[in-house]
């Protein structure tokens, strides 16, 4: 593997601990402060204005911005460019999400622009589906080879990195409908491929959720199933909102904090915790408080609904907006929806949430729902219309989907299997809380390996409904 375009980092001169390494936190191109790794530790120094320093959620000890101290390589692609710990993965690159920059450089060392919208995704999109050019890296297989490829793209210190376990590829999508690899470019989209075993229809069920997402009125990241190449089943595209939505915005500088930075808590702790702390959270930091108690409430029953196993800490988060001109936060909201998927391949009976509501994780009912609903200042009769409304909605765009499924999914029975078993959980749902709920033949969990749980079926086994 080479590091030839690896940046080395230098030891500071005159520093009490020769190995102590000084870095620069730059967001959007200014400085924001400085700290130092030492000893596989992050050590802030200080910021550069007091402006700076109450714009974050800082962690007591020393001051550090807590987004900081929560960036880590949860990729295990990270480990193969011995890049397993925090401090290696900092030292090893420059671009991370919300514009935001780390070097002992910086502002110098930056890249060539600011990751800005360049067109909208939803304007180069036909029934589903990505209908403009795909010049980026493909896998040839579903099988972990395109690992290899994937890892050699982060050997440039310019490539943007991001959290996350899945195989994602930072891409620019210009004017043109052109998607490429974004290493100088604006990093604009995410290409989500559905590598691993029995994961062929991962990117059709991440697609068909953010679009009942955006069915029962939640913002959602813009998204579109992208065709491959070798008769594979499509990857997905989903658009950031992190960053300014035209070139036009690039006064507004943008930053995405998930609920384990506001709270101060590590990554690792992604999964502990409630989701009525998470709703004092979103009281707290919201400029619109109100409106975002309703998203949140339609945000968790969507997840109930699909059997969305993964919403945890940092796979919701909030959205700030600050003005340099003022030096003022002028809006913070919940942010979009991204990263949910329908646990499909599970039983019934395992079905449960990351977050406990009202002290429970697994078992959650109507019940659950409304006093949760009641929790976040609805009377009893607001909680159960918005849960009857909203699970309702879910159902019947979940069927509609599954029996309307893009051509590119069609093709691939992993992924129409996929979509029937949202349908058939949604569905489920709607009828445990006693919603109306249309014409569906549920389509059941396909054991395999004696019933081994997390596990997909043959595809021969599929028989798509509308084919």
Not at 29 to 37: P, Q
Not at 120 to 134: E, Q
Request: proline letters at 6%; charged letters at 25%; a negative charge.
């Amino acid at each position: 593997m080479s590091t030839e375009l690896r940046k080395p980092f230098a030891k500071i001169a005159g520093t009490e601990n020769p190995e102590e390494c000084q870095y620069h936190l730059c967001w959007y191109g200014n400085r924001i402060g400085s700290f130092s790794v030492c000893d596989q530790e992050i050590r802030w120094k200080q910021y550069k204005e007091k402006e700076y320093e109450a714009l974050f959620p800082k962690r007591e000890s020393d001051g550090a911005p807590n987004f900081l101290v929560n960036i880590d390589p949860s990729n295990p692609i990270f480990k193969r460019l011995q890049e397993g710990t925090q401090t290696e993965y900092i030292k090893g690159g420059l671009r991370f999400l919300s514009n935001l920059t780390i070097s002992q450089n910086c502002p110098f060392d930056r890249p060539t622009q600011l990751d800005t919208l360049l067109t909208r995704l939803d304007d180069h999109i036909n029934d589903g589906t990505f209908v403009g050019y795909y010049a980026g890296i493909c896998p040839k297989t579903l099988d972990n080879s395109f690992e290899n490829e994937i890892a050699s793209l982060w050997a440039n210190h310019y490539t943007p990195r991001f959290s996350g376990k899945e195989i994602k590829v930072p891409t620019t999508l210009n004017e043109g409908g052109i998607l490429q690899v974004s290493i100088t470019s604006p990093f604009t989209h995410f290409v989500k491929f559905p590598l691993g075993e029995h994961r062929e229809g991962w990117a059709v069920n991440e697609w068909m959720c953010l679009e009942l997402s955006d069915h029962i009125g939640l913002d959602t990241a813009q998204h579109a199933l992208l065709p491959l190449r070798n008769g594979l089943p499509p990857a997905i595209i989903v658009e950031r909102f992190d960053i300014p939505q035209s070139p036009e915005e690039k006064g507004k500088w943008l930053l995405i904090e998930d609920f384990c930075t506001l709270e101060g808590i590590p990554s690792t702790d992604l999964n502990k915790g409630s989701m009525e702390k998470i709703a004092k959270l979103v009281r707290e930091n919201s400029t619109e408080p109100d409106e975002d108690m309703e998203r949140l409430y339609k945000r968790t029953i969507l997840s109930w609904a699909i059997k969305d196993n993964d919403m945890h800490r940092k796979n919701i988060s909030m959205l700030m907006e600050y003005d340099p001109g003022s030096k003022n936060i002028t809006k913070t909201r919940l942010a979009p929806t991204y990263d949910v998927t329908s646990e499909i391949h599970q039983e019934d009976r395992r079905q449960k949430m990351c977050l406990t509501i009202q002290g429970k994780t697994s078992g959650i009912n109507k019940k659950t729902l409304l006093r949760f609903g009641e929790t976040l200042g609805f009377s009893p009769e607001q909680a159960e219309q918005i849960l009857t409304d909203v699970v309702t909605s879910i159902a019947e765009k979940a069927v509609d989907i599954a029996n309307n499924l893009p051509e590119v999914a069609q093709k691939h029975n992993d992924c129409v299997y996929a979509a029937q078993r949202i349908a058939t959980l949604a569905v489920k749902s709607a009828k445990t809380i006693g919603a109306p709920t249309p014409e569906w033949t549920e389509t059941e969990r396909i054991p395999v390996n004696n019933g081994a749980i997390g596990r997909t079926h043959k595809s021969e086994h599929v028989r798509p409904k509308f084919l």
